[in-house]
């Protein structure tokens, strides 16, 4: 005889042992209690939450020959019929198979009959899935049904549920469990059966099961049968940083691995799009988030760095492979392709591609600038080892962004020093030398918010001598507006260079004696949101941002709004 499945073996036979569904059992208690039971009751909510389980224990209570506080006894005839599937007073149907017209007639018929007990309950699962006719059938019998009978119709979907049956039951809508209570009980279960588990497992199922009982019952069956260890598995971690970075070859290697390790495609992309909504709720709800802190932490870091925009727009790619990859013959080559798409997406030309990548920019530099303390992002992952690379760490703490700058050799202009601030998580543990600080200009402006980037990528790098950054730009003018924003770009590479930086400006030789003309256009960076992503000058160009702007949308106006 073949052993009881977990979740059969522990599914809750009375109110006290349902998990997380305290607002359904309080009111299905307190009617008991009252004597105030509906005659018909629509249960709704994800798969594997106790709907059902639900159902039988409300057949148990209005049956109980030895009901006591709104609990049935578990052992009287009533109850242990119940549990054993045999009783004369609970009918149940599954809708998803017996879905016609006659199938209803035939439980209308039956619900006119008489039965042993005091009420007879009919449990329609899957209601949603009922034809239109049967609706009909099912519809004048829930408005005048006999006084002995109950209904309860339980759904996944239950926006598919007709309104006018709807209107007609007591709707209690069932949830996912939380992080915390899940875990517990999971614990309590490998207690009870005195399973060999390892904690580590125990999170992984917890994560499989993403709030179902039932699924993650199933899923430490599947690590028990497995030996107690969770199987090596290749880190999502490693597709969300490769949106990031947009490294199409990261994302093949990481779906290569996952495949040799036994992933079934299709369930791959299931666990990116779950992944992905934790991203996405750790950006407009964090609070429904149901990982470990540390977990929520890194995810939530990810999240920003790749943007709301990317976020819901890879969502919906996977969703729409996840139905195309039904009818593919290679579902693998669906993945890959959407995944490159993913990757790709400074070579896309759609809206919301574009979209994407201005959120991503700005959201990423707002990331780096209001950083509160360190977050520990995931290292980067060898997909042919499953290993964690050397260096993976140290390569995820800012994005290089190599940027060309024109060199001058006029004398120099103002003159701020930076100020003594505490180092930050970022802060370098070896003091730069003059070099180094050039090549990491380019990084420092690109952190910054959208007006004082777009000033100082206007402006180039002339040379560092002594700690001493010389910088050239277009006009005096400029270097004025620049010079209110100075500070905080002084911050920055103190962070950065791990030591005091002085900045000193010089005005380029071919923009001497214009600084009149370019006022005007200097004003206007604050209508810029971020000119320097917008277009790229080639090497040896000096024109303003707004020039720029202007050739990156041919056909477009300059509005002066001030005349």
């Not at 049935?72 to 045999?86: M, Y």
């Not at 598919?160 to 069932?174: A, G």
């Not at 490159?340 to 700005?362: C, G, H, P």
């Not at 071919?510 to 080639?538: F, I, M």
Request: glycine fraction near 6%; charged fraction near 25%; charge should be negative.
């Amino acid at each position: 005889m073949a052993n009881q499945s977990l979740y059969r073996r522990y599914r809750p036979r009375r109110f006290d042992e349902l998990k997380g569904q305290d607002h359904v059992v309080r009111a299905l208690r307190n009617a008991v209690i009252n004597n105030r039971e509906g005659q018909a009751y629509l249960f709704s909510g994800p798969r594997g939450t106790g709907k059902t389980s639900t159902a039988r224990i409300l057949a148990k209570v209005l049956n109980c020959e030895k009901l006591k506080d709104g609990e049935p006894c578990v052992k009287c005839g009533s109850c242990l019929s119940i549990d054993a599937g045999s009783s004369y007073d609970v009918l149940e149907l599954d809708a998803a198979s017996n879905n016609g017209v006659d199938n209803m007639r035939d439980l209308i018929e039956r619900a006119a009959l008489g039965n042993p007990g005091r009420h007879r309950v009919f449990i329609l699962d899957e209601v949603h899935m009922l034809s239109k006719p049967a609706e009909a059938a099912l519809l004048k019998t829930l408005e005048e049904p006999p006084d002995h009978v109950v209904f309860v119709l339980a759904t996944t979907d239950p926006q598919k549920v007709s309104e006018t049956i709807r209107s007609r039951t007591q709707h209690l809508q069932f949830h996912l469990l939380p992080l915390k209570e899940l875990i517990e009980h999971v614990r309590w279960v490998v207690d009870d059966a005195k399973l060999v588990v390892s904690e580590e497992a125990i999170e992984r199922v917890v994560q499989l099961g993403a709030g179902s009982v039932r699924d993650t019952l199933s899923a430490l069956e599947l690590v028990v049968a497995s030996g107690g260890d969770v199987e090596e598995q290749i880190s999502l971690d490693e597709f969300i940083e490769s949106f990031i970075d947009h490294d199409p070859g990261r994302a093949l290697a990481a779906v290569s691995a996952a495949v040799q390790f036994g992933a079934d495609p299709r369930a791959l992309a299931e666990d990116i799009v779950r992944y992905l909504r934790d991203a996405f709720l750790s950006l407009m709800a964090p609070e429904l988030v149901q990982l470990p802190r540390e977990r929520a932490e890194i995810v939530g870091d990810q999240a920003r760095r790749m943007g709301a925009t990317s976020v819901v727009r890879a969502i919906e790619i996977l969703g729409d492979v996840l139905i195309e990859i039904r009818h593919a013959p290679d579902a693998r080559l669906l993945v890959e392709v959407a995944l490159v798409k993913l990757t790709r997406q400074n070579s896309n030309t759609d809206v919301a591609a574009l979209m994407s990548r201005i959120e991503r920019l700005e959201s990423g530099a707002s990331a780096m600038r209001d950083s509160t303390g360190p977050i520990v992002r995931p290292a980067l992952v060898d997909p042919s080892t499953g290993r964690a690379k050397l260096g993976g760490r140290a390569s995820a703490v800012m994005p290089t962004i190599a940027t060309k700058v024109a060199p001058s050799q006029e004398p120099v202009v103002p003159t701020v020093v930076a100020e003594q601030v505490a180092p930050p998580a970022e802060t370098s543990a070896i003091a730069m030398s003059d070099n180094e600080i050039k090549s990491h200009w380019a990084e420092v402006v690109a952190a910054q918010k959208p007006i004082v980037r777009a000033l100082f990528s206007a402006v180039g790098v002339s040379d560092c001598k002594e700690g001493v950054l010389i910088l050239s730009a277009p006009s005096e003018m400029h270097i004025s507006k620049s010079n209110e924003h100075l500070q905080i770009l002084l911050d920055s590479l103190k962070r950065v260079s791990g030591k005091k930086v002085e900045i000193k400006f010089i005005v380029a030789e071919q923009k001497r004696g214009k600084a009149g003309n370019s006022a005007p256009l200097l004003d206007d960076l604050d209508l810029v949101e971020d000119v320097a992503e917008t277009t790229r000058a080639p090497s040896g160009s000096h024109s303003l941002p707004i020039d720029e702007l202007a050739k990156a949308f041919p056909g477009s106006q300059i509005i002066d709004d001030k005349k």
